[in-house]
């Protein structure tokens, strides 16, 4: 067993694992590769010279502290139950540790991972909550650019939040639109006719006018709260501040 970074002949198997172990569509996973994957950050587990575990990180920021943000952690289905996940995030721990990462974040895919997760020293850290609502009376919203979005975000960003930039912004160019309004930002994708809001910073209120906006009848919009757990944090350091919310997870 190796761990190690993906070499270019790797890709392939990668898209393959990812494929086993999400069933995203393959035009999704292409463009992920084509325009997201960088193989500095990525961690991939080999036996026999196949990819049997991988996973992803994107850089964050909070309070100063540079963070990882771990993504699309998977074991092929031939290798479960081998202890190869675990293995493979104790190396990562320590290969961000001398990267100068201060923490991990990750947000787990199941209900049931969790457990697994707070083992490997992870706690839950950030909470969110949901505003499901139908259409109401239009408001001013438009379109903007990821990076544009970003830059807006920062401003009703809630104390403790994640600054999430870089290279996070190419994946969520890939999964949603991004808007600005009078006072708030959304990044939202549209689901069988629904708007799923990935995040709406600022006035909550705002959904109903934005959904007519939009031409939308009904959506579901995921706020800063505290309604449902939702990310999970692991210190890489001494006296690390932990998050007070994470809110572009790419689920």
């Given at each position: 067993?190796?761990?190690?970074?993906?070499?270019?002949?790797?890709?392939p198997q990668l898209q393959k694992l990812w494929q086993l172990a999400f069933g995203d569509e393959e035009r999704f996973i292409r463009d992920f590769f084509s325009q997201v994957y960088r193989p500095e950050r990525c961690r991939c587990v080999l036996v026999d010279g196949q990819t049997a575990a991988a996973l992803y990180w994107f850089d964050g920021e909070c309070r100063g502290r540079k963070l990882a943000y771990l993504y699309?952690?998977?074991?092929?289905?031939?290798?479960?139950?081998?202890?190869?996940?675990?293995?493979?995030?104790?190396?990562?721990?320590?290969?961000?540790?001398?990267?100068g990462y201060d923490g991990a974040l990750l947000l787990p895919a199941e209900a049931?991972?969790?457990?697994?997760?707070?083992?490997?020293?992870?706690?839950?850290c950030c909470t969110v909550s949901q505003v499901s609502c139908t259409a109401g009376t239009p408001i001013p919203i438009r379109a903007v650019e990821p990076r544009e979005y970003a830059r807006l975000r920062r401003k009703y960003l809630p104390e403790g939040g994640v600054i999430q930039e870089g290279n996070n912004l190419n994946l969520l160019a890939l999964?949603?639109?991004?808007?600005?309004?009078?006072?708030?930002?959304?990044?939202?994708?549209?689901?069988?006719?629904?708007?799923?809001?990935?995040?709406l910073l600022g006035n909550a209120a705002a959904a109903p006018g934005i959904l007519a906006a939009l031409g939308y009848d009904t959506g579901t919009f995921r706020t800063p709260g505290n309604m449902?757990?939702?990310?999970?944090?692991?210190?890489?350091?001494?006296?690390?501040?932990?998050?007070?919310?994470?809110?572009?997870?790419?689920?």
């Open positions: 067993m190796e761990i190690d970074y993906p070499a270019p002949r790797l890709e699309a952690v998977a074991t092929h289905p031939d290798f479960r139950c081998q202890g190869l996940c675990r293995t493979l995030m104790a190396d990562t721990h320590s290969l961000l540790t001398r990267l049931w991972l969790r457990p697994m997760y707070q083992e490997m020293g992870y706690r839950n999964m949603a639109d991004t808007y600005a309004g009078m006072d708030f930002v959304l990044a939202a994708a549209p689901e069988e006719g629904h708007l799923k809001g990935l995040e449902m757990p939702f990310a999970m944090f692991r210190p890489l350091g001494e006296a690390v501040p932990t998050p007070t919310y994470f809110g572009l997870a790419f689920d």
